[in-house]
């Protein structure tokens, strides 16, 4: 009885592991159809697992970036400069498109609205809406053969549609170059990497806008602004444990409590 107890955990396990094999075996190129009001563009794109590659050497929107998507980390590169750089999480958007679209699910809730057929494949189609909105913004179709997306549609409301899509898909082996930076190219170093590297503030030290500099304990940062112009200030925790910094408002040398200030006069 022990004996086919064994063998029969044996075959289950092996099930899983073939199970997940094949979950995981997904490997093709493909056209990249991306399209906004007014203006279209063809790249392509190479999916191996958790990996994928898109290229565009065309036109004004030119890029180039290899995506993990298990550690959520972009390679870009620049063929010209022969540079690349590693961005992580949504800073990749602006050179990966695929993860601009991607990330438009965030923060969303997500309706299941059936199953289609879209360019060939049985897709699982979704919309996705904010928190209170009765109209979804995103729709997706996603391969349940692929396991990866078939298109995406935004709504813009009147000014029309956007999409990015895939289509002309070739399933197959691909060559392990498409997902490594080539050799000769040189690492950039990323704006955090850049500020680490400058001396941080510990005292007092005078500025104007623009103006970014890293504070450490004791640091204070006092910086000239023109009262003609509107003022954003970005904080970003640079260390893994939690960061305290406070933000105070002065006019003529006199403090000004936030949420204090007096409301504009209305225009005549």
């Not at 396990?13 to 203006?39: H, K, M, N, R």
């Not at 890029?63 to 298990?70: D, H, K, S, V, Y």
């Not at 399933?171 to 990323?190: C, H, I, N, S």
């Not at 955090?192 to 103006?211: L, W």
Request: glycine share 8%.
């Amino acid at each position: 009885m022990s004996g086919c107890k064994t063998i029969r955990t044996i075959i289950m396990l092996a099930g899983v592991l073939l199970f997940i094999c094949q979950a995981y075996a997904a490997e093709f190129s493909a056209d990249l159809i991306l399209t906004q009001p007014g203006d279209t563009a063809v790249a392509k794109i190479y999916v191996r697992d958790h990996l994928y590659r898109v290229e565009n050497f065309e036109g004004n929107n030119k890029f180039l970036a290899i995506e993990n998507r298990l550690t959520d980390t972009t390679t870009a590169m620049d063929p010209e400069e022969m540079t690349y750089i590693n961005l992580e999480g949504p800073s990749g958007a602006f050179s990966n498109p695929v993860k601009g679209w991607e990330y438009m699910k965030r923060n969303t809730v997500e309706k299941y609205l059936g199953v289609e057929t879209v360019n060939g494949f049985e897709c699982d189609h979704h919309s996705y809406a904010y928190e209170g909105s009765e109209e979804a913004h995103l729709e997706s179709w996603k391969s349940k053969k692929l396991d990866h997306f078939i298109k995406y549609v935004v709504h813009y409301g009147a000014s029309g549609d956007g999409s990015i899509e895939i289509r002309n898909v070739v399933e197959g082996p691909l060559d392990d170059a498409l997902f490594k930076v080539p050799d000769g190219y040189t690492r950039e170093k990323t704006a955090d990497e850049i500020e680490m590297e400058r001396p941080a503030v510990s005292g007092k030290v005078s500025s104007s806008a623009p103006v970014g500099r890293r504070l450490v304990p004791g640091g204070e940062l006092i910086v000239k602004v023109d009262p003609e112009l509107s003022t954003r200030v970005v904080l970003s925790n640079l260390i893994k444990d939690t960061s305290v910094c406070h933000v105070h408002l002065y006019k003529n040398g006199q403090k000004i409590e936030l949420g204090s200030l007096p409301e504009p006069e209305d225009e005549a």
